[in-house]
């Protein structure tokens, strides 16, 4: 990761002004509940879309659509140009070498499944060993699990601490007995904010010769993640955190592995030649993209990632997330009987802050701020395995983003306070 400021002990001063920023998104601006703006903290879920994302949509369908690569006609070739413009956008984002190494995908979920069933079921066998972490959403756990399953590889975890940060320290042993073929770790934790520190694992891993995958669904919208710096194979995100549309992400992966790598879903748009009893395939990325692609939605993602840079691009909310999260994390700590999980105060996280609240249960207090139109998750967040092995069943999650306000987590802790008045906590 290439932006590594430590989060301030009090809200500075940040190079974005996210009351300004909010103002372009309409869902923010009145509540369902109370009439005043919406505090939504649960962007790590999935961001909220501005107005330039929206308009997006509705100028492709409304003066820019038609099915893309296929027709000749004017309005194709706009649709076309518009989507392979996007994919540059992604390309300059990750700073990937081509836009042949951007495959659109439905999502983080699609992508990595893309890779699992392509280069793990070419080249993973009985002997290899995958290595993840304790940490993974389902995404990048059941995936790997029932890969490892079916063609006998074995599966081995980066241990957590008590608190869910990870522990490198005994990372040889993990690669012990067997051939290290693949590393895929999570960036950014969701349910956590637990940052993975790639500039131990990748070297780690590269002195085996294993791949790495990285799950950037937690950092690519939230800092600069630059895939040549990183040293890594692929990388996973998913549009709709990003602030652009659902059914929409992206695998990017080294040209040369994605080359070798076999078609994974078949149909229009990925071949080249077919006959009855047999076909070739397109050149990348498309052997990839079997099927109509989701048009509107990729161009939106491209007006999204230029919504992201006209507001002072991903250094800035970094920044101001890293600013967020601190003053939010210190309020929250003044809630008597509240435990923050995840990495202690001062050490890098991601804009997400996990509590628990003794004496409640965490969906009681989300469906409690709910009413005061404070929006947070409350529940596993799609890591039963990583709950189980801090203890919990659940915790709540409020996770910030460019247009979150202190004001907005004031309201929060403001929230709690009543939440425990209610629950007559002592
Ligand atoms: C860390 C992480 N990985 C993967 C995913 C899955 O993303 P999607 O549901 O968009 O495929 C998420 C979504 O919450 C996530 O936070």
Known sequence: MTDSALPTPTAAATPLDAERISADFPILQVGPNTGKR?????????????????????????????????????????????????????????????????????????????????????????????????LEHHSNLVPWQQLCRAVGAELRFIPVDDDGVLDVSGLEALAAGG????VTVVHASNSLGSVTP????????????????????????????????LGIDFLAFSGHKVMGPSGVGVLWGREELLAAMPPWQFGGEMIRRVQYDEATWNDLPWKFEAGTPAIAEIIALGAALDYVESIGGLAAINAHEHAMTSYGHELLLGVPGLRVLGPA????RGGVLSFTL?????????????????????????????????????????????????????????????????????
């Open 358 to 426: 003794e004496g409640t249960h965490p969906h009681d207090i989300a469906t409690m701020l709910d009413q005061l139109d404070v929006n947070v998750r409350a529940g596993h967040h799609c890591t039963q395995p990583l709950m189980k092995r801090l203890g919990i069943n659940a915790t709540a999650r409020a996770s910030v983003y460019a247009y979150t306000t202190r004001e907005d987590l004031d309201r929060l802790v403001d929230g709690l306070v009543e939440v425990r008045r209610v629950f007559r906590l002592p």
């Open 38 to 134: 919406l505090a939504f903290l649960d962007s790590a879920a999935s961001a909220m879309k501005p107005r330039a994302v929206i308009d997006s949509i509705v100028r492709t369908y409304e003066s820019g659509y038609a099915n893309v690569h296929r027709g000749v006609y004017a309005l194709a070739a706009t649709a076309t140009d518009n989507m392979e413009g996007a994919r540059e956008k992604v390309r300059t984002l990750l700073n990937a070498s081509s836009p042949r190494e951007i495959v659109f995908t439905r999502g983080t979920t699609e992508a990595i499944n893309l890779v699992a069933n392509s280069w793990g079921r070419a080249n993973l066998g009985p002997g290899d060993i995958v290595v993840t972490t304790e």
């Open 179 to 182: 051939t290290l073929k693949l």
């Open 198 to 229: 790639l500039d131990v694992v990748v070297p780690w891993a590269k002195s085996h010769g294993a791949l790495v995958l990285v799950d950037g669904a937690q950092s690519v919208p939230h800092r600069v993640v630059d895939v040549q710096a």
């Open 345 to 348: 105060q001062g050490e890098e």
